[in-house]
Structures are given as C-alpha cells and as structure tokens.
C-alpha cells in the first residue's frame, strides 16, 4: 500500500510540473497584459527540440539550450504580432497552436521511434530522500522538479513584493499609467512574452526529456490547455497553480493506477480524467459558485496603443 502511495504522489508531482513551467510562464505573460493561446504549440515544439538536440548531440544542457531558444523566437514571433503590430491575440495564438503542432509533427518524423538515451534522471538528494514516504515522493526527483521547489517561491516574491513586480501588475491593468510614468510598455511586454514562451517551452522538455523519453506526435496531449486554464483556475497566482497542478496530477496518476485494478473500463475514460477535473475546476474557479471573485488583470488582450490614451 505505502508503495502505491508513493508511486501515486510522486508520479503526480512529476506530471504537476511538466504543466506548471506553461502555468507560470503564462501567469507572467498574462500579468503583462498578453493572452496567449498557443501554449499547446509552443509545448510540443519544446518537446521535439529538445528531444532532437538530444538526440544529435547527446548533451543534456546543450538540449535544454535549444528549449530555452526555441521557447524564445516563438515568444518574439508573437511578441511582434500582438505587442509591435498589435494584433488580435486570440488569434495569433490560435495561430501559434496551429503552426506549432504542425512543425513539430513534421521536424519530429526522423526521430519518432529513436531512443535518445539521454534524459533528466531522478537524483536522490542524501539524507532528505530516505524519510519516509516524504523523501521519495519529493526528494528523489529530476533536476526540472527540484528546479521548480525554488520557481514557486521565487515567482510569488518577484510578483507581489518587488518593485519590478508591481510594474508587472501595472502593466496588466493600466499600462497607460506606466507609459506616463516613462517606463517603456513595449519592452517590458515583450520581456515577459519572450520568458513565457521560453518556460512553455521547458514545459514541454519536461514531457520529452524527463516523463518520458521518447518522441511522438502530440505527445502533450493537452497539457498546455490544461495550464492555460490553471492561469484562471489560479487567479493568476503561482501558489494557487501549484496547487490546481498537483491536483491535476494526482487525477492523471490515479487513472493510470486505476487502468490496473478495473481492466474491464475503456482506457479513454481513464485518461480523460484530468481533462473532465480541469473543466470542473475552470466552472468553479471562474463561475457563481465562488463568493471571492478574482478579476482577470484590466488589460490583458488588449493590445496597447500609446496615440490612444
């Protein structure tokens, strides 16, 4: 029993954090003012590049770099969209899906099927990963979810107790106000937009190089959606995301459980579990049923125009 436990909650962490680098990428993109639906895309070609750098060069941190410049130019492609041409962002980022899905699916035809031997293995921390069930389930992960122990923590600081992370609020509420106060709107939107995409893109590593190891088309299976709809869920709080994701990931881990112990129940119904617990979660957090209602921030997918304030 102990086992399965551990095999549950530590599984479920795992998966929380393949959806979490997306959620807080997006939370910071949001925050800025930029929507963008293309998570889903951007996911999956950080999954093939990852995997096909890994495949080719055989070193993990040389893969991890060709993520973080993938996540990059995607998120200034849509950065110049929306920021400098100010184009409608649901748009291009439904445009962003599409395109990402599709390069993807095509750069990733030569290594489907080939093992990379190479991925981001658990690393027991000493002393911290013999307690029980606590140091298995959350000291004898990969480097990403250790990575991810420090993110949080860091996001909420830099958010909502930093002089920068005020400009951040402001910038998604009124950036007119910073625009007058000399800050350069553009800039900062196009920071935040580029960081993003860049921690989307790992979030899709995470599926490629450490759930897994392997490549396959489509391989995320949703999991952008899933962190898109956390940004909500989240209020926009890296906290509250974190929470809203290991609540994903233990649904996920206990379907997969589930299959072993009911094998007469269609697997379908198992794996769309984690997407039936996202659009509950998305009604509660966002309809009537809460009596403390969030705002989403002022501004976000309105493009800013400076002649127009």
Known sequence: MMTLLVSLFSGAIVYAVSVMYAGIGETFSQRAGVMNLGVEGIMLMGAVSGYIAAVNTQNLALSFLVVLLVGAVFGLVFAFLTVTLQADQTVCGMAMLTFGTGLSGFLGKDVAGVAANLRFENIPIPGLSSIPFIGPVLFSQNLLVYAMYVIVPLSMFYIFKTRQGLYLRALGENPAALDSAGMNVFAMRYAYVVFGCMMIGVSGACVSLANTNFWSS???????????????????????????????????????????????????????????????????????????????????GKPYDREAR
């Open 218 to 300: 489509g391989m995320t299976a949703g999991k952008g959606w899933i962190a898109f709809a956390l940004v909500a869920f989240s209020s926009w709080n890296p906290v509250r995301l974190t929470l809203g994701a290991l609540l994903f990931g233990f649904v996920s881990c206990l379907g997969s459980n589930l299959q072993i112990y009911l094998p007469g129940v269609p697997t379908e119904i198992f794996s769309a579990l984690p997407y039936v617990a996202t659009i509950v979660a998305f009604i509660l957090a966002t309809g009537n049923f809460r009596k403390v209602h969030t705002t989403q921030p002022a501004a976000l």
